[in-house]
Each structure stands twice: as C-alpha cells, then as structure tokens.
C-alpha cells in the first residue's frame, strides 16, 4: 500500500438568483457605481432574500450539485466540514443541518470558524484526516450569509459582500505527484479592534441595547484591514514557494480569497505574478468571506488541468490568513456544462 494523499475530484457552487447591483445599492446609500468599482472593483453581488433561508441552505445547494456532477455514493461519504462565519444557529452546527438534508447516513459533521480563511482552513483539515486513514471521502464545504450581518446604511461595508456557497469533493488516492502539498497558517490576535461584529456573542450577548446601538454589523477599519490583507497574503504565498522550490514560473494559478480587486492586485505585485494567472471573480459576487475561495475554483473548473500547480492564499478575522499548494488531480474540462 502506497502513502495515501488526498485530491479534490470536482467542485460544487450556488449563488442566489436575486442580483443586487451597484445602481441598486446607489439607491440605498450615498454610493456610486463608479465609487465602488475604483475602491473595491465589485459590480454586483448576490443576496438570499427569501425568508426563513440561512447558510445550510447554500451549503446544502452546493453540495448537492457536487454529488450529483461527481457521482458520488452518498453512503461513502465520511464526513461534512461547513466553514462558515454565518451559522444558522449558534448550535447545531450548520453541518449537521446541511448532512440532514443530505440524506447522508454515514458521516459526521462539524462546522469551523476562521472567517475568510475558514475554506483554505477546513481542506486542510480534512485532507489530514484523510492522510491519516481516518475517512475516504470528505465534503468540504465554504459558506456564507454575508448579508445577514451587513449594515445597508453603512457605505463602506454594505458594498463589499453577498452571500454563497462552495463545496469540493476530497478523495483519498495513491496516486504519487496530485493532491494536498503544503500549507502554512497563521493568526495574529491583534486583528480583533480592527474587524469584527461588537454584539451577540458571549462578551456582549443580544439585548435591547445592543439592537438599538446596532451592534450586530461588520464593523471594519478598511485601511488596516487593506495593509494586513496585502502583507500577510503575499508573504504567505511566497513562504509557499520557497519551502517547496517553486519559482514564479512553477506556478498556474493563484486562487485568492476574493475580498477587494485592489488587494488582489496588490498581492500579485508583491509576489511578482502577473494578474493572467490570479483567479478573480470579485466583480459578480464581491466578498462572499469562506465562499470565496471554492466559488472561483467553481467558476474556474473548466481551464484547470491535472498537473497544474495551484496556490491558496487567504486573510480574514482574527487576523486568520495562510497560503496552501495543491497540485491539481484532474482535466477540468470534462465537468464543463455541468453546473
């Protein structure tokens, strides 16, 4: 028996229909088209409206076309891994609902909060419990309600996110040369007074007060929150390539969390790659925070080949951030039409 890897075998992805643009939100707040795509390059992001609908239902939405578009045998899958900072209840965990709907009688589930690293987090996670014998067939699922906690009056926050969900397939395979590399993660607890929510939590739970003084928004500081994103996600990418002896023309295609075009930009000229190999969806989703990730790898299925050297780099609350190299396991071509 070979060393046992773990390998993403197709990608699952959901976005509400209803599209609220930038002439839309130019309605709701003192804001303009041309204001927000210099600032953060988003045009339009989608948003649940329907009512009584949280994250599991994305969640669920993602992970039920990736089954159907792999295949798989919903009894051979191990376990469910919701990353997510939207839950739908403080408890049960999102998972659970999501592996309920399901229908999935032989897995486990649990959620995991790291904000906008929280999908890069959660693959690594379940590819080591894959390495290790421990399950086969894992999903891994981003997801996040963003407009649940977006204060619409708020200009400088309310244009930046929407809501979705991604999921990808992880096998076990013996197959040498595919699948998880490498992965570096970090946290700086220093990010707290810089992006966060005050209220509904055990600090400050829910009250009358916290409602009034309409503390259960994002609250960000978006010049520092721009200086870390930039510093740490480049830096991070570049550890990547040199603990691997990867040189910039090693590497395909980086895949960033997909929270601002102008950070975005600004990691590609700090590692020194040009923007035709960064995956950028950013102006039809904006910042879906752990969707973000898995929803471009969806969105860029198709031009991935088996061989190609991917990058992961993310940076969210806590200050969470890190980078992972994964070697892709499959012609992402014969999934296209199967959205």
């Not at 239902?57 to 089954?67: D, G, I, N, S, V």
């Not at 009250?207 to 520092?224: K, P």
């Not at 395909?252 to 601002?260: G, K, L, S, T, Y």
């Not at 102006?283 to 969707?291: D, F, K, V």
Request: aromatic letters at 10%.
């Amino acid at each position: 028996m070979g060393n046992i890897n773990a390998i993403i075998t197709g990608v699952g992805g959901y976005v509400p229909d209803y599209v609220l643009n930038n002439e839309e939100l130019s309605r709701m707040v003192d804001t303009s088209d041309e204001w927000i795509m210099t600032r953060v390059g988003i045009k339009e992001r989608h948003i649940l409206t329907e009512e009584g609908l949280g994250t599991s239902y994305m969640a669920r939405k993602a992970a039920k076309q990736l089954m159907v578009k792999t295949d798989v045998d919903p009894d051979t899958i191990d376990a469910v891994l919701v990353a997510t900072t939207t839950p739908d209840y403080k408890f049960p965990s999102t998972s659970s609902i999501v592996l309920g709907k399901l229908g999935l009688k032989n897995a486990f589930a649990f959620d995991l909060s790291a904000a906008c690293a929280g999908f890069m987090y959660a693959l690594d996670m379940a590819a080591s419990m894959i390495k290790c014998g421990r399950c086969k067939k894992i999903i891994v699922i981003g997801a996040d309600k963003m407009s649940s906690m977006v204060d619409y009056s708020d200009r400088q926050t309310c244009v930046l996110f929407g809501d979705g969900a991604g999921a990808v397939l992880l096998e076990a395979t013996e197959e040498e040369g595919i699948g998880v590399r490498d992965a570096f993660f970090r946290a700086d607890g220093k990010g707290l007074p810089y992006l966060h929510m005050k209220a509904g939590g055990s600090v400050c739970p829910p009250s009358h007060f916290t409602i009034d003084h309409r503390l259960h928004y994002v609250y960000q500081e978006g010049r520092t929150v721009f200086r870390y994103a930039v510093t740490n996600m480049g830096d991070d990418v570049l550890e990547i390539l040199k603990r691997n002896n990867l040189t910039h023309d090693d590497v395909q295609w980086v895949i960033p969390h997909e929270a601002n075009y102008r950070i975005i930009e600004a990691v590609a000229k700090r590692v020194e790659l040009p923007m035709d190999r960064i995956v950028v969806n950013i102006e039809r989703y904006g910042n879906t925070s752990a969707a973000t990730i898995p929803l471009a790898l969806w969105d860029h299925e198709p031009n991935l080949k088996k061989g190609d050297n991917v990058i992961f780099t993310a940076f969210g609350a806590g200050f969470s951030h890190g980078a992972s190299y994964y070697k892709w396991a499959y012609d992402g071509i014969a999934f296209a039409g199967k959205k």
